[in-house]
Protein backbone atom coordinates (compact mmCIF):
# COMPACT_ATOMS: atom_id res chain seq x y z
CA UNK A 1 0.00 0.00 0.00
CA UNK A 2 1.38 3.60 -0.84
CA UNK A 3 1.84 6.36 2.05
CA UNK A 4 -1.47 7.98 0.56
CA UNK A 5 -3.63 5.12 0.39
CA UNK A 6 -1.82 4.34 4.05
CA UNK A 7 -2.82 7.84 5.40
CA UNK A 8 -6.26 7.50 3.93
CA UNK A 9 -6.89 4.43 5.40
CA UNK A 10 -6.11 5.29 8.93
CA UNK A 11 -8.21 8.81 8.31
CA UNK A 12 -11.17 6.65 7.60
CA UNK A 13 -10.61 4.78 11.09
CA UNK A 14 -10.51 8.02 12.79
CA UNK A 15 -13.96 8.46 11.15
CA UNK A 16 -15.80 5.31 12.29
CA UNK A 17 -18.10 5.45 14.98
CA UNK A 18 -17.99 2.67 17.94
CA UNK A 19 -20.81 0.89 16.35
CA UNK A 20 -19.69 0.12 13.46
CA UNK A 21 -22.81 0.88 11.55
CA UNK A 22 -22.51 3.69 9.02
CA UNK A 23 -22.45 3.87 5.31
CA UNK A 24 -19.05 3.23 4.05
CA UNK A 25 -19.19 5.23 0.85
CA UNK A 26 -22.09 6.96 -0.17
CA UNK A 27 -21.96 7.91 -4.41
CA UNK A 28 -23.16 11.06 -5.54
CA UNK A 29 -23.79 11.29 -9.20
CA UNK A 30 -25.89 13.33 -11.65
CA UNK A 31 -28.00 10.60 -12.96
CA UNK A 32 -27.89 6.91 -13.84
CA UNK A 33 -27.92 7.22 -17.40
CA UNK A 34 -25.63 5.26 -19.82
CA UNK A 35 -22.61 6.05 -19.87
CA UNK A 36 -18.33 5.58 -19.04
CA UNK A 37 -18.62 7.36 -15.76
CA UNK A 38 -21.68 6.43 -14.41
CA UNK A 39 -21.21 2.40 -15.72
CA UNK A 40 -18.16 2.24 -13.84
CA UNK A 41 -19.77 3.76 -10.90
CA UNK A 42 -22.16 1.29 -11.07
CA UNK A 43 -19.39 -1.51 -11.30
CA UNK A 44 -17.15 0.15 -8.43
CA UNK A 45 -20.31 -0.09 -6.33
CA UNK A 46 -21.35 -3.47 -6.71
CA UNK A 47 -17.45 -4.28 -6.27
CA UNK A 48 -17.03 -3.00 -3.06
CA UNK A 49 -20.54 -3.75 -1.63
CA UNK A 50 -19.56 -7.71 -2.54
CA UNK A 51 -16.66 -7.25 -0.53
CA UNK A 52 -18.69 -6.57 2.36
CA UNK A 53 -18.79 -2.62 1.95
CA UNK A 54 -22.04 -0.92 2.87
CA UNK A 55 -22.42 0.87 -0.22
CA UNK A 56 -25.28 3.28 -1.40
CA UNK A 57 -25.56 5.65 -4.80
CA UNK A 58 -27.54 9.06 -4.68
CA UNK A 59 -28.29 10.70 -7.79
CA UNK A 60 -29.61 14.11 -8.70
CA UNK A 61 -31.38 13.49 -11.89
CA UNK A 62 -33.12 10.96 -14.44
CA UNK A 63 -32.52 9.13 -16.16
CA UNK A 64 -32.19 5.50 -14.40
CA UNK A 65 -31.35 3.31 -16.96
CA UNK A 66 -28.50 1.76 -15.11
CA UNK A 67 -30.65 1.31 -11.96
CA UNK A 68 -31.62 -2.50 -12.73
CA UNK A 69 -27.61 -3.03 -12.63
CA UNK A 70 -27.39 -1.96 -9.14
CA UNK A 71 -26.67 -4.61 -7.12
CA UNK A 72 -29.28 -5.41 -4.04
CA UNK A 73 -27.14 -4.51 -1.19
CA UNK A 74 -26.23 -1.27 -2.64
CA UNK A 75 -28.82 0.98 -1.47
CA UNK A 76 -29.95 3.76 -3.89
CA UNK A 77 -31.37 7.65 -3.08
CA UNK A 78 -32.88 9.96 -5.97
CA UNK A 79 -32.70 13.39 -4.58
CA UNK A 80 -35.35 14.42 -7.07
CA UNK A 81 -33.24 17.81 -8.30
CA UNK A 82 -35.16 21.21 -9.80
CA UNK A 83 -33.70 23.57 -11.15
CA UNK A 84 -30.07 24.78 -11.72
CA UNK A 85 -29.50 24.50 -7.95
CA UNK A 86 -32.09 22.55 -6.51
CA UNK A 87 -32.93 23.45 -2.57
CA UNK A 88 -34.69 20.47 -2.17
CA UNK A 89 -31.95 18.37 -3.82
CA UNK A 90 -29.65 19.83 -1.40
CA UNK A 91 -31.33 19.05 1.64
CA UNK A 92 -32.49 15.89 0.30
CA UNK A 93 -28.89 15.47 0.54
CA UNK A 94 -27.73 16.95 4.31
CA UNK A 95 -30.46 14.42 5.54
CA UNK A 96 -29.41 11.34 3.49
CA UNK A 97 -25.67 12.38 5.39
CA UNK A 98 -27.51 12.41 8.39
CA UNK A 99 -29.31 9.44 8.61
CA UNK A 100 -26.66 7.47 6.94
CA UNK A 101 -23.51 8.92 8.63
CA UNK A 102 -21.02 8.13 5.87
CA UNK A 103 -17.64 7.79 6.28
CA UNK A 104 -17.06 8.84 2.67
CA UNK A 105 -19.00 10.85 0.96
CA UNK A 106 -17.94 11.28 -3.35
CA UNK A 107 -18.62 13.34 -5.45
CA UNK A 108 -18.63 11.86 -9.38
CA UNK A 109 -17.35 14.78 -11.24
CA UNK A 110 -17.82 18.63 -10.91
CA UNK A 111 -21.57 19.56 -10.68
CA UNK A 112 -22.50 16.82 -8.00
CA UNK A 113 -19.39 18.67 -5.97
CA UNK A 114 -21.23 21.04 -5.32
CA UNK A 115 -23.90 19.29 -3.85
CA UNK A 116 -21.54 17.38 -1.54
CA UNK A 117 -19.43 20.40 -0.35
CA UNK A 118 -22.87 22.87 0.11
CA UNK A 119 -24.59 19.82 2.08
CA UNK A 120 -21.84 18.60 3.67
CA UNK A 121 -21.69 22.21 5.71
CA UNK A 122 -25.29 22.05 7.00
CA UNK A 123 -25.26 18.21 8.19
CA UNK A 124 -24.55 17.16 11.86
CA UNK A 125 -22.27 14.48 10.80
CA UNK A 126 -19.43 15.08 9.12
CA UNK A 127 -18.08 12.72 6.32
CA UNK A 128 -14.55 12.60 4.33
CA UNK A 129 -15.43 14.41 0.70
CA UNK A 130 -13.55 13.29 -2.13
CA UNK A 131 -13.76 14.28 -5.49
CA UNK A 132 -13.58 11.77 -8.54
CA UNK A 133 -13.05 14.10 -11.72
CA UNK A 134 -13.95 12.96 -15.09
CA UNK A 135 -13.39 16.54 -16.88
CA UNK A 136 -10.45 17.62 -18.63
CA UNK A 137 -11.06 20.24 -20.49
CA UNK A 138 -13.47 22.86 -20.37
CA UNK A 139 -15.72 23.70 -23.80
CA UNK A 140 -14.68 26.76 -25.30
CA UNK A 141 -16.39 30.18 -24.03
CA UNK A 142 -16.88 28.54 -20.28
CA UNK A 143 -14.09 29.16 -18.53
CA UNK A 144 -15.42 31.43 -15.73
CA UNK A 145 -16.92 27.23 -14.64
CA UNK A 146 -13.21 26.13 -14.50
CA UNK A 147 -12.83 29.48 -12.18
CA UNK A 148 -15.95 28.59 -10.20
CA UNK A 149 -15.53 25.36 -9.83
CA UNK A 150 -11.52 25.23 -8.43
CA UNK A 151 -13.32 27.52 -5.58
CA UNK A 152 -15.73 24.48 -4.81
CA UNK A 153 -13.38 21.80 -4.98
CA UNK A 154 -10.83 23.38 -2.22
CA UNK A 155 -13.47 22.64 0.30
CA UNK A 156 -13.19 18.67 -0.66
CA UNK A 157 -10.41 16.68 1.49
CA UNK A 158 -9.49 14.78 -1.36
CA UNK A 159 -9.46 14.68 -5.64
CA UNK A 160 -9.33 11.55 -7.66
CA UNK A 161 -8.07 12.41 -11.32
CA UNK A 162 -7.93 9.66 -13.98
CA UNK A 163 -4.42 9.98 -15.26
CA UNK A 164 -1.18 12.83 -14.31
CA UNK A 165 -2.59 15.06 -17.73
CA UNK A 166 -5.88 15.71 -15.91
CA UNK A 167 -4.66 16.29 -12.21
CA UNK A 168 -1.88 18.61 -14.45
CA UNK A 169 -4.39 20.36 -15.52
CA UNK A 170 -6.46 21.29 -12.58
CA UNK A 171 -3.51 21.39 -9.87
CA UNK A 172 -0.27 23.18 -10.42
CA UNK A 173 2.80 21.78 -8.50
CA UNK A 174 2.83 24.26 -5.84
CA UNK A 175 -1.43 24.28 -5.58
CA UNK A 176 -1.61 23.62 -2.21
CA UNK A 177 -4.59 20.78 -3.23
CA UNK A 178 -1.89 18.63 -4.97
CA UNK A 179 -0.90 17.03 -1.48
CA UNK A 180 -4.51 16.15 -1.06
CA UNK A 181 -4.96 14.25 -4.43
CA UNK A 182 -4.37 10.93 -6.02
CA UNK A 183 -4.38 9.42 -9.28
CA UNK A 184 -6.14 6.25 -10.21
CA UNK A 185 -6.20 4.64 -13.56
CA UNK A 186 -9.09 3.58 -15.13
CA UNK A 187 -8.94 -0.62 -14.71
CA UNK A 188 -10.42 -3.48 -16.90
CA UNK A 189 -11.59 -6.89 -16.31
CA UNK A 190 -8.96 -8.76 -17.68
CA UNK A 191 -10.61 -12.32 -17.39
CA UNK A 192 -13.75 -11.32 -19.23
CA UNK A 193 -11.77 -9.70 -22.10
CA UNK A 194 -9.08 -11.52 -22.56
CA UNK A 195 -10.73 -14.75 -23.46
CA UNK A 196 -12.75 -13.28 -25.79
CA UNK A 197 -10.69 -12.58 -28.87
CA UNK A 198 -11.67 -16.62 -30.23
CA UNK A 199 -14.39 -16.32 -32.74
CA UNK A 200 -14.00 -13.47 -34.99
CA UNK A 201 -14.33 -15.20 -38.34
CA UNK A 202 -17.58 -16.08 -37.48
CA UNK A 203 -18.45 -12.54 -35.79
CA UNK A 204 -17.59 -11.13 -38.93
CA UNK A 205 -20.19 -13.33 -40.94
CA UNK A 206 -22.71 -12.36 -38.10
CA UNK A 207 -21.80 -8.30 -39.54
CA UNK A 208 -21.74 -9.49 -43.35
CA UNK A 209 -18.09 -8.73 -43.43
CA UNK A 210 -15.76 -10.33 -45.75
CA UNK A 211 -13.22 -12.57 -43.79
CA UNK A 212 -10.07 -11.33 -45.54
CA UNK A 213 -11.35 -7.25 -44.94
CA UNK A 214 -9.36 -5.38 -42.80
CA UNK A 215 -11.73 -4.01 -39.83
CA UNK A 216 -11.24 -0.69 -38.71
CA UNK A 217 -13.23 -0.29 -35.03
CA UNK A 218 -14.16 1.96 -33.04
CA UNK A 219 -16.68 2.47 -29.56
CA UNK A 220 -18.13 5.54 -28.54
CA UNK A 221 -21.10 7.54 -28.53
CA UNK A 222 -21.98 9.14 -32.11
CA UNK A 223 -21.05 12.80 -31.02
CA UNK A 224 -19.15 15.69 -32.42
CA UNK A 225 -16.26 15.51 -29.54
CA UNK A 226 -15.73 11.54 -30.91
CA UNK A 227 -14.92 12.58 -33.77
CA UNK A 228 -15.51 9.72 -36.20
CA UNK A 229 -15.85 11.87 -39.01
CA UNK A 230 -11.71 11.43 -39.79
CA UNK A 231 -12.34 7.72 -39.81
CA UNK A 232 -14.59 7.31 -42.62
CA UNK A 233 -12.73 9.61 -44.59
CA UNK A 234 -9.60 7.73 -44.11
CA UNK A 235 -11.10 4.16 -44.88
CA UNK A 236 -12.52 6.30 -47.74
CA UNK A 237 -9.31 6.91 -48.79
CA UNK A 238 -7.76 3.40 -48.59
CA UNK A 239 -10.53 1.88 -50.20
CA UNK A 240 -9.94 4.33 -53.60
CA UNK A 241 -6.58 3.03 -53.62
CA UNK A 242 -8.37 -0.82 -54.00
CA UNK A 243 -7.64 -2.04 -49.89
CA UNK A 244 -9.92 -4.17 -48.77
CA UNK A 245 -11.12 -2.04 -45.54
CA UNK A 246 -14.01 -1.98 -43.71
CA UNK A 247 -14.90 0.53 -40.95
CA UNK A 248 -17.12 -0.41 -37.80
CA UNK A 249 -18.67 1.81 -35.21
CA UNK A 250 -20.08 1.34 -32.25
CA UNK A 251 -22.37 3.50 -30.70
CA UNK A 252 -24.98 5.75 -31.16
CA UNK A 253 -25.68 9.30 -31.04
CA UNK A 254 -26.95 12.57 -33.41
CA UNK A 255 -23.80 12.14 -35.30
CA UNK A 256 -24.99 8.87 -36.81
CA UNK A 257 -27.21 10.56 -40.08
CA UNK A 258 -24.18 12.81 -40.91
CA UNK A 259 -21.92 9.91 -40.68
CA UNK A 260 -23.86 7.63 -42.58
CA UNK A 261 -23.58 10.95 -45.22
CA UNK A 262 -20.54 11.19 -45.60
CA UNK A 263 -19.83 7.54 -45.97
CA UNK A 264 -22.44 7.82 -49.06
CA UNK A 265 -20.87 10.94 -50.86
CA UNK A 266 -17.65 8.59 -50.29
CA UNK A 267 -19.29 5.50 -51.71
CA UNK A 268 -18.38 3.42 -49.05
CA UNK A 269 -21.93 3.02 -47.42
CA UNK A 270 -21.29 -0.76 -48.14
CA UNK A 271 -17.89 -0.64 -46.32
CA UNK A 272 -19.51 0.77 -43.14
CA UNK A 273 -21.33 -1.15 -40.34
CA UNK A 274 -23.45 1.48 -37.67
CA UNK A 275 -24.06 -1.42 -34.85
CA UNK A 276 -25.76 1.30 -32.71
CA UNK A 277 -25.20 1.23 -29.36
CA UNK A 278 -24.16 -2.80 -27.42
CA UNK A 279 -24.48 -3.52 -23.82
CA UNK A 280 -21.36 -6.02 -24.51
CA UNK A 281 -18.67 -5.04 -26.96
CA UNK A 282 -16.73 -8.14 -26.72
CA UNK A 283 -18.50 -9.48 -29.73
CA UNK A 284 -17.86 -6.52 -31.77
CA UNK A 285 -14.08 -5.87 -30.86
CA UNK A 286 -13.65 -9.37 -31.97
CA UNK A 287 -14.09 -8.23 -35.62
CA UNK A 288 -11.54 -5.50 -35.20
CA UNK A 289 -7.86 -5.63 -36.83
CA UNK A 290 -7.22 -1.97 -35.44
CA UNK A 291 -9.09 -0.47 -32.37
CA UNK A 292 -9.22 4.03 -33.54
CA UNK A 293 -10.49 6.33 -31.00
CA UNK A 294 -9.94 9.91 -32.60
CA UNK A 295 -11.74 11.82 -29.88
CA UNK A 296 -11.24 15.52 -29.39
CA UNK A 297 -11.05 15.25 -25.52
CA UNK A 298 -10.53 11.76 -23.64
CA UNK A 299 -9.46 11.44 -19.98
CA UNK A 300 -9.01 7.84 -20.09
CA UNK A 301 -10.92 5.98 -22.11
CA UNK A 302 -12.24 2.79 -20.72
CA UNK A 303 -12.76 2.20 -24.33
CA UNK A 304 -9.35 1.38 -25.25
CA UNK A 305 -8.32 -0.52 -22.27
CA UNK A 306 -10.91 -3.07 -23.20
CA UNK A 307 -9.26 -3.31 -26.86
CA UNK A 308 -6.05 -3.24 -25.61
CA UNK A 309 -7.32 -6.22 -23.24
CA UNK A 310 -8.94 -7.91 -26.67
CA UNK A 311 -5.37 -7.92 -27.90
CA UNK A 312 -5.72 -5.32 -30.47
CA UNK A 313 -2.95 -2.74 -31.28
CA UNK A 314 -4.81 1.20 -30.56
CA UNK A 315 -4.66 4.03 -32.60
CA UNK A 316 -5.42 7.31 -30.15
CA UNK A 317 -5.22 10.97 -30.45
CA UNK A 318 -3.22 13.56 -27.96
CA UNK A 319 -5.82 13.81 -25.21
CA UNK A 320 -5.79 13.69 -21.40
CA UNK A 321 -3.98 10.21 -20.33
CA UNK A 322 -2.94 8.64 -24.13
CA UNK A 323 0.63 8.83 -23.48
CA UNK A 324 0.39 7.33 -20.03
CA UNK A 325 -2.01 4.29 -21.91
CA UNK A 326 0.38 3.54 -24.55
CA UNK A 327 4.06 4.30 -26.16
CA UNK A 328 4.04 5.58 -29.36
CA UNK A 329 5.29 2.97 -31.34
CA UNK A 330 4.95 0.24 -29.36
CA UNK A 331 1.58 -0.51 -28.19
CA UNK A 332 -0.44 1.17 -30.94
CA UNK A 333 0.11 5.00 -32.35
CA UNK A 334 -0.66 8.41 -30.69
CA UNK A 335 -1.85 11.20 -33.18
CA UNK A 336 -2.59 14.97 -32.84
CA UNK A 337 -5.87 15.64 -33.71
CA UNK A 338 -5.31 18.54 -36.47
CA UNK A 339 -2.83 15.34 -38.38
CA UNK A 340 -5.66 12.74 -38.51
CA UNK A 341 -6.71 13.16 -42.09
CA UNK A 342 -2.88 13.07 -42.98
CA UNK A 343 -1.62 10.42 -40.74
CA UNK A 344 -4.50 8.04 -40.21
CA UNK A 345 -4.88 6.29 -43.48
CA UNK A 346 -0.62 5.62 -43.57
CA UNK A 347 -0.71 4.58 -40.02
CA UNK A 348 -4.11 1.99 -40.81
CA UNK A 349 -2.00 0.69 -44.40
CA UNK A 350 1.00 -0.08 -41.94
CA UNK A 351 -1.15 -2.08 -39.94
CA UNK A 352 -2.79 -3.38 -42.71
CA UNK A 353 0.01 -4.82 -44.83
CA UNK A 354 2.30 -5.70 -42.05
CA UNK A 355 0.80 -8.53 -39.88
CA UNK A 356 4.21 -9.17 -37.79
CA UNK A 357 4.10 -5.12 -36.77
CA UNK A 358 0.98 -5.29 -35.79
CA UNK A 359 1.24 -8.90 -33.97
CA UNK A 360 3.85 -7.63 -31.94
CA UNK A 361 1.25 -3.97 -31.18
CA UNK A 362 -1.37 -6.51 -30.32
CA UNK A 363 0.92 -8.46 -27.87
CA UNK A 364 2.15 -4.79 -26.36
CA UNK A 365 -0.96 -3.57 -25.76
CA UNK A 366 -2.80 -6.64 -23.75
CA UNK A 367 0.35 -7.15 -21.81
CA UNK A 368 0.29 -3.57 -20.90
CA UNK A 369 -3.25 -3.74 -20.28
CA UNK A 370 -2.63 -6.94 -17.80
CA UNK A 371 0.57 -5.23 -16.18
CA UNK A 372 -0.95 -1.60 -15.39
CA UNK A 373 -4.95 -1.49 -15.98
CA UNK A 374 -6.31 -4.10 -14.66
CA UNK A 375 -9.37 -4.10 -12.35
CA UNK A 376 -8.37 -5.77 -9.59
CA UNK A 377 -5.43 -3.15 -9.53
CA UNK A 378 -8.09 -0.44 -10.05
CA UNK A 379 -10.60 -1.81 -7.33
CA UNK A 380 -7.92 -1.97 -4.54
CA UNK A 381 -6.86 1.57 -4.99
CA UNK A 382 -10.48 2.59 -5.02
CA UNK A 383 -10.59 0.13 -1.62
CA UNK A 384 -7.70 1.21 0.39
CA UNK A 385 -8.34 5.12 -0.09
CA UNK A 386 -12.12 4.53 1.44
CA UNK A 387 -10.06 2.91 4.15
CA UNK A 388 -12.33 -0.48 4.72
CA UNK A 389 -10.90 -2.39 8.14
CA UNK A 390 -8.82 -4.62 5.66
CA UNK A 391 -7.06 -1.90 4.36
CA UNK A 392 -6.29 -0.07 7.95
CA UNK A 393 -5.39 -3.67 9.65
CA UNK A 394 -2.69 -3.80 6.90
CA UNK A 395 -1.42 -0.33 7.26
Given at each position: ????E ?22 V ?14 R ?92 T ?6 A ?91 V ?27 A ?6 A ?72 Q ?14 R ?17 D ?10 GT ?7
Amino acid sequence: MSSVEVKLAREAASLRPAGGAEMDVLFVLNNLGVGGSERKIVRLANALSARDMRIGIAYLNEPTTLLKDIGENVATFFLSRQGRFSLKAHAALTDLIDEQCPRNLVSVNLYPALYVVTATRGARHRPRTIGLMNTTEMRRGAAWKRSFYMRVLRYLDWTVYGCELQRDAWLTADSPMRPQSSVIYNGVDLNRFAAARAGAVGQRAHYGIGENAFVVGSVGRLVAEKNQMPLVDAVADLRATGADVHLMLVGDGPLRSALEQRAAERGISAAITFTGALLDVRAALRTFDVFVLPSLSETFSNAALEAMAMQLPVILTRTGGASEMIEHGKEGYIVDVADLPQQLPELLDRLRLDNVLRTRMATAASARAQREFSWDAMLASYQSMFGTRESVSHA
